[in-house]
Nanobody, 126 residues
Framework: QVQLVESGGGSVQAGGSLRLSCAAS????????MAWFRQAPGKEREGVAA????????DYADSVKGRFTISRDNAKNTVYLQMNSLKPEDTAMYYC???????????????????WGQGTQVTVSS
C-alpha cells in the first residue's frame, strides 16, 4: 500500500509563500502520478496541481497558475508544492494524492486517486 504524509502548512499573510511536502512510502515500482488538492469548508475538493510521470510535466488549476509549482525529489520520495503570492482564497486544507489505477478522467477529478494523505491546513490572512 501507499502512504502519504503532508507537512508544511501554516498561517501566512497575503503575498507570502509556503512550501508543502508530501512524503510517499509503501511502493517500490517507481514514481506515481501525484497531485495536490484542496478543500475549504462547504466547498468541493479542488484539484490544484498534478505531476505526471516520465518527465511529462505538470498541470495546474487556473486559479494558481503562475503562483504555485509542483515538483518531485525522487531521492527523498517526496513531492512538493511551492506556493507563492498567496491569497486569502487559497485558504484550505491541502491534500496530497497518488494514483495507482489507470486514469479514466482528468487529473483534477478526486476519484482518479486512490491514496490520500491526512491533509495540512493552509491559512492566508489579508
Amino acid at each position: 500500500q501507499v502512504q502519504l504524509v503532508e507537512s508544511g502548512g501554516g498561517s501566512v499573510q497575503a503575498g507570502g509563500s509556503l512550501r508543502l511536502s508530501c512524503a510517499a512510502s509503501g511502493y517500490t515500482y517507481g514514481s506515481l502520478p501525484m497531485a495536490w488538492f484542496r478543500q475549504a469548508p462547504g466547498k468541493e475538493r479542488e484539484g490544484v496541481a498534478a505531476l505526471f510521470t516520465g518527465g511529462s510535466g505538470a498541470d495546474y488549476a487556473d486559479s494558481v497558475k503562475g503562483r504555485f509549482t509542483i515538483s518531485r525529489d525522487n531521492a527523498k520520495n517526496t513531492v512538493y508544492l511551492q506556493m507563492n503570492s498567496l491569497k486569502p482564497e487559497d485558504t484550505a486544507m491541502y491534500y496530497c494524492a497518488a494514483r495507482t489505477r489507470v486514469a479514466t478522467g482528468g487529473w483534477a477529478r478526486s476519484d482518479q486517486y486512490n491514496y490520500w494523505g491526512q491533509g495540512t491546513q493552509v491559512t492566508v490572512s489579508s
